[in-house]
C-alpha cells in the first residue's frame, strides 16, 4: 500500500503584459494599447473516492501548473495557465516537506484545496499612460507562482480499527463480519498492508473497520512495519484489541500489555481511545486457563470471548463497538474543532515586500524576493524600463522604508546588484 509520498508542487508564472499601440483608420495617436498577461495556473488537491491508495503518485517526483500566456494587442487579455486538480483518497494529509506544518485535512468526499496559487499576470502598457508619459514603452512582467515541497500521507478512516500481534485472529475476524478479503495463513506478517472492510449489522446500521497489521514490539519506536501502520490506527474512533487467548505463540497477558504500551509510547493519545478487549481462539483447550489469568490481572477490564473460527461471540463485540462509535461521534461533534489536525489549508502569515538593511555610513540594502524577481525582468539600459522599476519600488513604499531607515539626499542603495542614489 503506497501512503506516503513526496513531491514538489509549482504553480503557473503570470505572463508578461504587452507593449502595443492602437494603429486603426480615424486613431492616428490611438496611444497604448497593449493587454494584461495571464494568471499562472493553480495546483489543488481533491478527494477521489475512486482512488484508496497514493499509487499514482508514487512516481511522480514534480507537478506543475501551466504559466499564463503574455497579453495581446488591442487590449486583450492573455490566457490564464491551466489549473492542476491532484486527485487523492479520502484521508490524505498534505504537509509542508519542509517545517511540517499541516495544509490540509481532506476528511469529506469532494473537499477541495489550493496548495499552490498562481502567478499574477503583468500589467499592460495601457495602465501606465501618464500626463508626463503618455506613450509609455513599458509593461510589467508576470508575478511568479508559489512553489514548496509537501509530504502527502494517507490515513485510513475507519470507524473501528482490529489491532494486536500478528496472527491472533484480526484477519479472519475482518473477513466474517465484513466482504473484505484478506489474505490469511498461519504464519506471521501474513498482512502485510491495512485491509478495510463495511460491517453491515442486523438492524440496519453499519460501521467501517479495519485491520491494522505491523505491531510487535518495538512498534511505537519504528521497529518492524510499526509507524507505516501506526498512523492508520490513529484514525479510529475505536480500537478492537485481538488477543489470543490460546497462549500458542506468546502469553495473552504479556501480548495485551506490549501493544498497549507501543500504542502509548507511539502517541498518548492513545491511550484514552476507546478499547474493547476480544478474547479470541476461545475454542482451544487452554484458552478458558488463559482468561482466567488475564481477569486475575485485569479484573475491571470487560473482555468479550469469540472464536472467530467457528463464528462465536461475534455480535457482541460489533454492538459494543457500535455503541463506542456513536459515543465518539458525539464526542466529535461537540467538541470545538481542532486547530491541529482538522486544519484545512492554512496559508503562513504573509511577510514583508521587502527589508532594508543598513549595511554602514550613508549605504542600505534592500533584501527582497520579490523585488529581486522583478529587477531581473528589467532591462536597465532603457530609461523607460528603469523608470518603471523605480515608480514600483516607490508604491510599494521602499522610498519611505529608506527614509524612515534614516537614508538621505545622495546615500547609496543597493537593490540586487545595482547602485542608486537616493532622492528625497
Known amino acids: 500500500m503506497i501512503d506516503l509520498v513526496k513531491l514538489h508542487v509549482k504553480a503557473g508564472d503570470g505572463g508578461r503584459g504587452c507593449v502595443a499601440w492602437r494603429h486603426e483608420k480615424f486613431y492616428a495617436n490611438g496611444g497604448p494599447f497593449g493587454g494584461d498577461g495571464g494568471k499562472g495556473g493553480d495546483i489543488w488537491f481533491a478527494v477521489d473516492t475512486n482512488e484508496t491508495t497514493l499509487m499514482k503518485l508514487k512516481f511522480t517526483r514534480k507537478i506543475k501548473a501551466g504559466n499564463g500566456m503574455p497579453g495581446l494587442i488591442k487590449k486583450m487579455h492573455g490566457k490564464s495557465g491551466?489549473?492542476?486538480?491532484?486527485?487523492v483518497p479520502l484521508g490524505t494529509m498534505i504537509r509542508n516537506a519542509t517545517n511540517g506544518d499541516l495544509l490540509a485535512d481532506l476528511t469529506k468526499?469532494?473537499?477541495?484545496?489550493?496548495?499552490a496559487r498562481g502567478g499574477k499576470g503583468g500589467l499592460g502598457n495601457m495602465h501606465f499612460a501618464t500626463a508626463r508619459n503618455d506613450a509609455p514603452e513599458y509593461a510589467q512582467p508576470g508575478e511568479v507562482g508559489e512553489s514548496l515541497d509537501v509530504q502527502v500521507e494517507l490515513r485510513l478512516?475507519?470507524?473501528?480499527?482490529l489491532i494486536g500481534f500478528p496472527s491472533v485472529g484480526k484477519s479472519t475476524f475482518l473477513?466474517?463480519?465484513?466482504?473484505?478479503?484478506?489474505?490469511?495463513?498461519?504464519?506471521p506478517f501474513t498482512t502485510l498492508e491495512p485491509n478495510i472492510g463495511v460491517v453491515q449489522m442486523p438492524n440496519g446500521r453499519s460501521f467501517v473497520l479495519a485491520d491494522m497489521p505491523g505491531l510487535i514490539e518495538g512498534a511505537g519506536e519504528g521497529k518492524g512495519l510499526g509507524h507505516e501502520f501506526l498512523r492508520h490506527i490513529k484514525r479510529c474512533r475505536v480500537l478492537i484489541h485481538v488477543i489470543d487467548m490460546s497462549g500458542a505463540e506468546r502469553n495473552p497477558v504479556e501480548d495485551y500489555e506490549i501493544i498497549n504500551k507501543e500504542l502509548t509510547t507511539y502517541d498518548l493519545a492513545l491511550e484514552k481511545r476507546p478499547q474493547i478487549v476480544v478474547a479470541n481462539k476461545m475454542d482451544d483447550e487452554y484458552a478458558q486457563m488463559y482468561l482466567e489469568e488475564f481477569k486475575k490481572k485485569y479484573p475491571d477490564v470487560k473482555i468479550y470471548e469469540t472464536s472467530t473460527l467457528e463464528h462465536k461471540g461475534l455480535d457482541e463485540v460489533l454492538y459494543a463497538a457500535l455503541a463506542e462509535i456513536d459515543k465518539a461521534r458525539e464526542i466529535e461533534m461537540e467538541a470545538p474543532e481542532s486547530t491541529e489536525e482538522t486544519v484545512v489549508y492554512r496559508y503562513e502569515p504573509k511577510k514583508p515586500d521587502f527589508k532594508i538593511v543598513k549595511l554602514g555610513p550613508g549605504r542600505f540594502k534592500v533584501d527582497s524576493e520579490k523585488i529581486d524577481r522583478l529587477f531581473d525582468t528589467v532591462d536597465f539600459d532603457k530609461e523607460e524600463e528603469t523608470y518603471q522599476f523605480a515608480m514600483t519600488l516607490q508604491k510599494m513604499g521602499v522610498d519611505k522604508a529608506l527614509y524612515e531607515a534614516g537614508a538621505r539626499d545622495g546615500d547609496q542603495v543597493i537593490v540586487n546588484t545595482f547602485i542608486m542614489d537616493y532622492k528625497e
Open 82 to 87: 491551466d489549473d492542476i486538480i491532484v486527485p
Open 109 to 115: 468526499p469532494g473537499q477541495k484545496v489550493l496548495i
Open 157 to 161: 478512516l475507519a470507524d473501528a480499527g
Open 175 to 187: 473477513s466474517v463480519v465484513t466482504r473484505a478479503n484478506p489474505q490469511i495463513a498461519a504464519y
